[in-house]
């Protein structure tokens, strides 16, 4: 797809047939040093969160994306030659270092452009806002695959910054205050009161 300025978008792939993209800490932690690399200078990272076969990012598009780039033949847009980096990028190492070789991710990211569904809601129901439940929804994938029985046990997403835990430079929380109603005060509460199926599958 292409990527619209001021627009907010829910990014995420998973490992081809589901299979582990990050084995340790040590994939982990690559995987966000090439996303911070690439992407802190295209978009803003609102939310994320690393899962063991999966990933999620919710960015917020502006100007930087309307810049076009050859890639081949064709022409894209910034976020979409940063995922395109981003995934070669991460699969080369992962693959060097576990001596296997081929694709590690599915061909086609997933992008939800959330401004849409909040702008033309005439055939959803349930939903107040869907920046705000994508926002928690994120947070709340390892409690939901129960890794962890407490968020505050997973390192690898957005949910330590926001509760005040950990000072992280991925996310801007002022975008986080403005579209998805954060609280520092309501954080904690909110992010344990799961997101009804019927909601999640709109943002995907």
Same mark, same amino acid.
């Given at each position: 797809?292409?990527?619209?300025?001021?627009?907010?978008?829910?990014?995420?792939?998973?490992?081809?047939?589901?299979?582990?993209?990050?084995?340790?800490?040590?994939?982990?932690?690559?995987?966000?040093?090439?996303?911070?690399?690439?992407?802190?200078?295209?978009?803003?990272?609102?939310?994320? /969160?690393?899962?063991?076969?999966?990933?999620?990012?919710?960015?917020?598009?502006?100007?930087?994306?309307?810049?076009?780039?050859?890639?081949?033949?064709?022409?894209?847009?910034?976020?979409?030659?940063?995922?395109?980096?981003?995934?070669? +990028?991460?699969?080369?190492?992962?693959?060097?270092?576990?001596?296997?070789?081929?694709?590690?991710?599915?061909?086609?990211?997933?992008?939800?452009?959330?401004?849409?569904?909040?702008?033309?809601?005439?055939?959803?129901? /349930?939903?107040?806002?869907?920046?705000?439940? /994508?926002?928690?929804?994120?947070?709340?994938?390892?409690?939901?695959?129960?890794?962890?029985?407490?968020?505050?046990?997973?390192?690898?997403?957005?949910? $330590?910054?926001?509760?005040?835990?950990?000072? +992280?430079?991925?996310?801007? $929380?002022?975008?986080?205050?403005?579209? /998805?109603?954060?609280?520092?005060?309501?954080?904690?509460?909110?992010?344990?009161?799961?997101?009804?199926?019927?909601?999640?599958?709109?943002?995907?």
């Amino acid at each position: 797809m292409k990527f619209i300025s001021n627009n907010i978008y829910h990014i995420y792939n998973q490992g081809n047939n589901r299979q582990k993209v990050f084995f340790d800490d040590r994939d982990y932690l690559i995987f966000l040093a090439i996303y911070k690399k690439i992407f802190l200078a295209i978009a803003d990272t609102i939310a994320w /969160c690393l899962m063991p076969n999966h990933f999620h990012f919710m960015i917020y598009t502006d100007e930087r994306c309307n810049k076009e780039i050859k890639q081949g033949g064709i022409v894209i847009d910034p976020i979409t030659n940063g995922i395109r980096k981003l995934l070669s +990028g991460y699969a080369r190492i992962f693959n060097n270092n576990n001596g296997r070789s081929g694709s590690l991710f599915r061909q086609k990211t997933k992008a939800k452009c959330l401004s849409d569904i909040k702008a033309n809601p005439s055939n959803i129901s /349930c939903v107040q806002d869907y920046y705000v439940n /994508c926002f928690y929804y994120i947070h709340q994938n390892p409690l939901r695959a129960k890794l962890v029985t407490r968020l505050e046990d997973w390192n690898f997403s957005s949910f $330590k910054d926001y509760a005040g835990f950990r000072n +992280g430079s991925i996310c801007k $929380k002022e975008l986080a205050k403005m579209y /998805c109603l954060y609280s520092p005060d309501t954080f904690l509460k909110q992010s344990y009161e799961l997101i009804p199926e019927e909601i999640i599958k709109y943002l995907k």
